[in-house]
């Protein structure tokens, strides 16, 4: 259930960072609101996981999907570029996460 928790949390991370973004173009108290929202369930479930897994691996990995999915998701929702480089390092995060929790 903690690696669950922990997934939930790096999602909810990518939707405070997508409302960061929302909020600078529209300064409305939706984006606001879905900001707070957004990191306030991330942070909840990550301290939820943290009872069970140990901070460092439950940190790098919530960093690692919030990172990760923030650049995917600026790429597919606000146009960003999605040059192979991008996309190769994005890879690289997305496999140290998986390189990090097979060695735990």
Not at 38 to 52: N, Q
Not at 65 to 72: F, H, L, M, Q, R
Not at 75 to 80: K, S, W
Request: charged letters at 10%; hydrophobic letters at 60%; aromatic letters at 14%.
């Amino acid at each position: 259930m903690a690696w669950i928790s922990l997934v939930i949390a790096g999602l909810f991370e990518m939707v405070g960072v997508m409302m960061i973004n929302q909020f600078h173009k529209d300064r409305n108290l939706w984006s606001f609101l879905f900001l707070i929202l957004g990191f306030g369930a991330s942070f909840l479930f990550l301290a939820y996981a943290l009872r069970v897994l140990p901070m460092g691996l439950a940190y790098a990995i919530w960093t690692g999907i919030g990172a990760a999915g923030g650049a995917i998701a600026g790429m597919v929702c606000y146009g960003e570029s999605k040059d192979w480089k991008r996309i190769l390092f994005i890879t690289i995060v997305l496999s140290s996460v998986i390189g990090l929790k097979l060695v735990s």
